[in-house]
């Protein structure tokens, strides 16, 4: 079993950023992908993106405005996002799936923080 908790969520002019942090239980955190989803008022959730033991994966998106990493001996993974917009805005949540692949569909997930609002003014 893997609990996950996130934070790092708030409220952030549009250019801004942001950084979420994923805290995960266990002592095998290392073995596990992670992902990042959200979901904005009204919409289903969406990928945001994946690291595997060392690779990233990105929605079209986000590409080269969010980045992934994370630190196994912290068992924590991140999520920084710079130059914000409004369309941003959303919970977003962490995942986590045993192996080391780069998954986008929520469904290979079977760990999942409570999530953490992100609010992007305009």
């Known amino acids: 079993q893997v609990q996950l908790v996130e934070s790092g969520g708030g409220l952030v002019q549009a250019g801004g950023s942001l950084r979420l942090s994923c805290a995960a239980s266990?002592?095998?955190?290392?073995?596990?992908?992670m992902g990042w989803f959200r979901q904005a008022p009204g919409k289903e959730r969406e990928f945001v993106g994946t690291?595997?033991?060392?690779?990233?994966k990105y929605a079209d998106s986000v590409k080269g405005r969010f980045t992934i990493s994370r630190d196994n001996a912290k068992n924590t993974v991140y999520l920084q996002m710079n130059n914000l917009k409004p369309e941003d805005t959303a919970v977003y949540y962490c995942?986590?799936?045993w192996g080391g692949g780069l998954y986008s569909n929520q469904g290979l997930y079977n760990y999942w923080g409570q999530g953490t609002q992100v609010t992007v003014s305009s």
């Open positions: 995942a986590a799936t």
């Open positions: 266990g002592h095998t955190f290392s073995m596990y992908a």
């Open positions: 690291i595997s033991w060392s690779s990233t």
